[in-house]
């Protein structure tokens, strides 16, 4: 994962430990930040690194357990900085904790004569200022890391706030991973999270209705403009064939996917046309080859249901979520090409982080939900006929890939 930065790093590993069969996923927050975080007031109070950390990761809240300890819960808590630069809000329970100041005005909170100058400003960022957690003490490249308990003593930990958060996940998150670098409670987890546990499974997934262009789609010939493939549905849900219809353009209405037919011998009306039903207008020949993909090849269109089994965590009925089920079957190849490590895909919301990517020329979904338990969502896609390899009408696959990611639960 040595490609990974911290904040992804940590929700691989919260991910990996929620995916095993063996654990039971308690509580996990909605995270208030991504890379575009109106934090910016807190860029000179803290280091280089916390503060990337916060522009991805806002502010977080995960306990899990073992399904055979279910009382034993292990985990983390970050408490979300407000764009004001000085409140702190508790995410999972969505009310505002300590605020970021002086050591002075916490009177009840420090015991120990000079562990904390008066004027020094601390901030409560980990864990439950009612028990126990950790401290920021000081501020920007100056500040430094402490476990402070609710008995009001403080013990330094470290000046790095990378190096504080490997060890978070060095010691998969144990209710005790910052207490000593020997702990039997610690060392207990760890030896759990060392023997493998089979993810459980988590979706059916069926192909419902499937196609493939014909022939060599999105092409010219010498008398007409042929974009959208060789076949197409229209809104009608008819299925038009080069051969007997004629060429046509495929609008970028995604909900419909409009037909337009352009003949090159008046091509640039036609090119008008096309483009104005994709929402341009007055562009040339090569914007319209290369706004309706013209030499791209085949294309599949596929109507995919996926059926959320059974579990604790919510689904998210959207196109992370099918690329994230679609990830991980064998034999399949959406998401071949993949311009970042798979692991961010599989266990995190990844335009939250500022990524953007999708194997789909285009996705359309719906959703419905049977009980309690059982989630259905629908999605109509249309893709690349390579990446289509391996999908077939009428089978069902199994997947075991996260319901939703970096979301709320309990």
């Not at 916490?106 to 901030?123: K, M, R, S």
């Not at 200022?129 to 013990?155: L, P, Q, S, Y």
């Not at 014909?214 to 197409?232: K, N, P």
């Amino acid at each position: 994962m040595s490609d990974l930065t911290l904040a992804q790093r940590l929700l691989v590993r919260i991910g990996q430990i929620s995916e095993r069969s063996d654990v039971i996923v308690q509580q996990q927050s909605v995270s208030r930040g991504n890379v575009l975080s109106r934090i910016g007031k807190w860029q000179p109070k803290l280091p280089a690194d916390m503060y990337a950390f916060y522009r991805a990761i806002n502010g977080l809240k995960f306990n899990y357990s073992f399904a055979d300890s279910p009382d034993d819960w292990h985990g983390l808590e970050f408490v979300a900085l407000d764009e004001e630069g000085r409140k702190t809000i508790d995410t999972f329970r969505n009310i505002y904790r300590i605020p970021h100041q002086v050591a002075k005005r916490y009177p009840n909170y420090f015991f120990q004569d000079g562990a904390v100058d008066p004027e020094t400003p601390v901030l409560f960022f980990f864990g439950d200022d009612g028990a126990w957690g950790i401290i920021m003490i000081g501020e920007g490249d100056k500040a430094t890391f402490h476990h402070w308990d609710n008995d009001g003593f403080v013990r330094y930990l470290t000046s790095s706030f990378t190096e504080l958060i490997e060890k978070l996940i060095a010691r998969g998150f144990a209710h005790t991973w910052a207490y000593s670098d020997d702990h039997p409670d610690t060392d207990a987890v760890l030896a759990r999270l060392a023997k493998p546990s089979p993810p459980r499974t988590t979706f059916g997934i069926d192909g419902g209705s499937f196609g493939v262009s014909i022939g060599d789609g999105y092409a010219y010939d010498d008398d007409f403009f042929v974009a959208g493939g060789s076949t197409r549905q229209s809104a009608s849900g008819a299925w038009h064939d080069e051969a007997s219809q004629g060429a046509f353009v495929g609008g970028e209405d995604r909900a419909h996917r409009e037909v337009v037919f352009v003949d090159r011998r008046h091509h640039g009306k036609g090119c008008d046309v096309g483009h104005e039903r994709a929402g341009y207008r007055k562009r040339n020949r090569d914007d319209f080859g290369e706004h309706f993909r013209c030499g791209a090849g085949p294309i599949a269109m596929a109507k995919l249901r996926i059926e959320y089994l059974a579990g604790p965590i919510p689904l998210q009925p959207y196109e992370t979520t099918l690329l994230r089920v679609l990830h991980r079957i064998e034999g399949l190849h959406v998401t071949d090409g993949l311009p970042w490590p798979s692991e961010v895909l599989s266990y995190t919301h990844w335009p939250r982080h500022n990524l953007g990517w999708t194997p789909f020329i285009s996705c359309t979904w719906d959703y419905e939900f049977k009980g309690d338990k059982n989630k259905v969502a629908t999605f109509d896609v249309v893709l690349d006929g390579a990446r289509a390899e391996g999908m077939e009408v009428g089978k069902t696959y199994a997947s075991t890939a996260l319901p939703s990611v970096e979301g709320r639960i309990g």
